[in-house]
Protein backbone atom coordinates (compact mmCIF):
# COMPACT_ATOMS: atom_id res chain seq x y z
CA UNK A 1 0.00 0.00 0.00
CA UNK A 2 2.78 1.97 0.57
CA UNK A 3 4.61 1.81 -2.55
CA UNK A 4 1.67 2.11 -4.65
CA UNK A 5 1.02 5.61 -3.01
CA UNK A 6 5.03 6.38 -3.85
CA UNK A 7 4.39 4.97 -7.12
CA UNK A 8 1.33 6.72 -8.09
CA UNK A 9 2.65 9.99 -7.10
CA UNK A 10 6.22 9.94 -9.22
CA UNK A 11 5.53 11.59 -11.97
CA UNK A 12 4.90 14.78 -9.87
CA UNK A 13 7.70 14.46 -7.80
CA UNK A 14 11.03 13.03 -7.07
CA UNK A 15 10.54 9.37 -5.32
CA UNK A 16 13.15 10.09 -2.66
CA UNK A 17 11.14 12.64 -1.82
CA UNK A 18 7.49 11.10 -1.73
CA UNK A 19 9.02 8.05 -0.06
CA UNK A 20 9.42 10.41 3.11
CA UNK A 21 5.84 10.45 3.40
CA UNK A 22 4.75 6.92 4.14
CA UNK A 23 8.31 6.50 5.62
CA UNK A 24 9.73 3.59 3.38
CA UNK A 25 13.27 3.82 1.37
CA UNK A 26 14.04 4.66 -2.10
CA UNK A 27 15.76 1.68 -2.22
CA UNK A 28 12.84 -0.69 -0.84
CA UNK A 29 10.59 1.31 -3.53
CA UNK A 30 12.88 0.26 -6.60
CA UNK A 31 12.86 -3.14 -5.22
CA UNK A 32 8.92 -3.31 -4.90
CA UNK A 33 8.55 -2.07 -8.49
CA UNK A 34 11.11 -5.17 -9.96
CA UNK A 35 9.51 -8.15 -7.74
CA UNK A 36 7.01 -9.70 -10.00
CA UNK A 37 3.44 -10.18 -8.76
CA UNK A 38 2.52 -12.74 -5.79
CA UNK A 39 0.28 -15.46 -6.65
CA UNK A 40 -2.08 -13.77 -4.10
CA UNK A 41 -2.10 -10.92 -5.74
CA UNK A 42 -2.66 -12.32 -8.96
CA UNK A 43 -5.76 -14.24 -7.64
CA UNK A 44 -7.04 -11.40 -6.31
CA UNK A 45 -6.70 -9.99 -9.67
CA UNK A 46 -8.43 -12.73 -11.54
CA UNK A 47 -11.59 -12.90 -8.77
CA UNK A 48 -14.13 -10.40 -9.60
CA UNK A 49 -13.97 -11.84 -13.46
CA UNK A 50 -14.36 -15.43 -11.77
CA UNK A 51 -17.31 -14.01 -9.75
CA UNK A 52 -19.28 -12.06 -11.98
CA UNK A 53 -19.36 -15.51 -14.19
CA UNK A 54 -20.86 -17.41 -11.75
CA UNK A 55 -23.39 -14.97 -11.22
CA UNK A 56 -24.08 -14.58 -14.79
CA UNK A 57 -24.42 -18.55 -15.24
CA UNK A 58 -27.18 -18.37 -12.81
CA UNK A 59 -28.82 -15.90 -14.59
CA UNK A 60 -28.09 -13.45 -12.36
CA UNK A 61 -30.30 -15.31 -9.49
CA UNK A 62 -27.34 -16.25 -7.07
CA UNK A 63 -26.36 -14.56 -3.69
CA UNK A 64 -23.61 -13.92 -1.94
CA UNK A 65 -23.97 -17.35 -0.25
CA UNK A 66 -24.35 -19.22 -3.23
CA UNK A 67 -21.20 -17.49 -5.29
CA UNK A 68 -19.21 -17.84 -2.96
CA UNK A 69 -19.72 -21.94 -2.30
Do not use: T
Not at 41 to 46: G, L, R, V
Not at 53 to 58: K, L, N, R, Y
Amino acid sequence: MKHRFVDERRQLWPVRIICRVPGVSPSGHYAWRRRPESGRAAANHALPAEIRAVHAESGGAYGAPRVQA
